[in-house]
């Protein structure tokens, strides 16, 4: 595809709105025009009156972890891992990319801190390589208070691009008790009683003892270098507005109404995931993200494990009845933009911005992604 050209006979998503027998025209990567017919001398491609929707800024994917470990204590050599998903993302519509890559020494697989640290290093290492613009998305658990000194470093290198806290301590956020926390990690890692007992007492009192003060750095530390910041699991009212008092912009995965919409008051985003939307429930039976936006309530979807779901999640907003199509998009492009501060460059089909671009088609009852354009070049293609 040559640096100048037109896409024409497009149903165009805007922030605003669609546009029917749209063009969009590109040059040098960046769109800077939208209007109908092929200016003179520019080649055309017709898309055939399907949509143009904007590539997906994905803000929060652990893919990549799952990636490396397919299965517990079976790895994959980074590069390898890595350079095969950023060909899954591209067709699944995604054209920026926040690795997420946790610090939970106490937990288990990649989640220990050298590891993730190690990872992250080799990420930003071939960032040239990879088709989809990538970024990297540290996820803190605040009981492991090794993880510090490892983050500290990669924030002042500036390795990091997105930085959010998470608790998985039973009693609150995604796990209500102890029950469901042994659950979840006791039969995935073969782990026994007694080592989850072990595991959950080395939480409890690290969470007791040291936790608040390492937040509290490392939220200024992110702050000095204009990192983004994140909640993750907030399940209270309370929880809301000590974010609010941190000066945390955002909160993933709340877990209840009450925390959605002591956000919502308070004017920090809710980022829901898109698998959550598909199925219609929470993997872990928290918050319906389809009720969560039908109230009003949930301004940004990411893919969470699951990087195909984006796509469908937009389109079954619509299917549904509960957001118009353009308001679905957002969810998926302009909102996550704005939330990581680059929806200057990306995040919408405006004049001035890179030719970020889905063509959609969503005929057969089943919607498929035909071509991805990151930056003007075509990086997908289903022909």
């Known amino acids: 595809m040559p640096d100048s050209f037109v896409l024409t006979n497009a149903r165009l998503v805007t922030p605003e709105g669609i546009q029917e027998d749209a063009s969009l025209k590109i040059e040098q990567g960046r769109i800077t025009g ?5 200016p003179s001398g520019m080649r055309e491609l017709n898309v055939q009156g399907n949509y143009l929707f904007p590539g997906f800024v994905d803000m929060h994917s652990d893919a990549i972890e799952k990636g490396i470990e397919p299965r517990p204590n079976t790895f994959f050599p980074v590069d390898i891992a890595v350079l ?30 050298s ?3 190690g990872i992250i290093r080799q990420i930003n290492g071939f960032v040239s390589r990879l088709k ?7 996820r803190f658990e605040i009981t492991d208070l090794g993880a510090v000194p490892f983050l500290e470093s990669l924030i002042q290198e ?10 998985h301590s039973p ?23 007694a080592e989850m007992d072990g595991i959950i007492n080395r939480k409890q009192r690290a969470r007791d003892n040291g936790a608040p003060k390492a937040i509290e750095n490392l939220v200024a530390l992110c702050k000095e270098h204009s990192i983004s910041i994140a909640s993750h699991d907030d399940d209270s009212r309370e929880k809301i507005l000590w974010l609010k008092e941190m000066g ?13 919409r002591a956000a919502r008051e308070q004017g920090i985003s809710v980022c829901l995931g898109s698998p959550n939307v598909v199925r219609g429930e929470s993997q872990a039976r928290n918050l319906s993200a389809r009720e969560a936006i039908s109230w009003g309530y949930g301004d940004i979807l990411c893919s969470d494990y699951a990087p195909m779901t984006m796509l469908h999640a937009v389109l079954a907003l619509e299917r549904l009845g509960i957001l118009p199509l353009h308001e679905a998009v957002n969810m998926v492009s302009l909102n996550p933009a704005r939330a990581v501060g680059i929806s200057d460059t990306t995040g919408s089909l405006e004049i001035g911005k890179y030719a970020d671009i889905l063509i959609v088609d969503p005929s057969e009852g ?3 992604i035909l071509s991805t354009f990151i930056g003007g070049k075509e990086v997908y293609a289903t022909c």
């Open 366 to 368: 089943f919607p498929r």
């Open 34 to 38: 939208i209007g109908q017919g092929t």
């Open 84 to 113: 095969e998903l950023d060909k899954k993302i591209a067709s699944c519509g995604i054209t920026t990319m926040f690795h997420s890559l946790s610090f939970a020494e106490m937990e288990v697989g990649l989640r220990s801190n």
């Open 171 to 193: 009693g609150q956020g995604q796990f209500r008790d102890v029950t469901a926390f042994k659950s979840y990690y006791g039969p995935v890692y073969g782990k026994s009683d």
């Open 132 to 138: 989809v613009n990538t970024r990297i998305h540290a």
């Open 248 to 260: 945390i912009g955002m909160t993933e995965f709340p877990v209840n109404i009450e925390a959605v």
């Open 158 to 167: 500036r390795l990091i691009h997105l930085f959010s806290f998470m608790d």
């Open 115 to 117: 590891t993730a640290a």
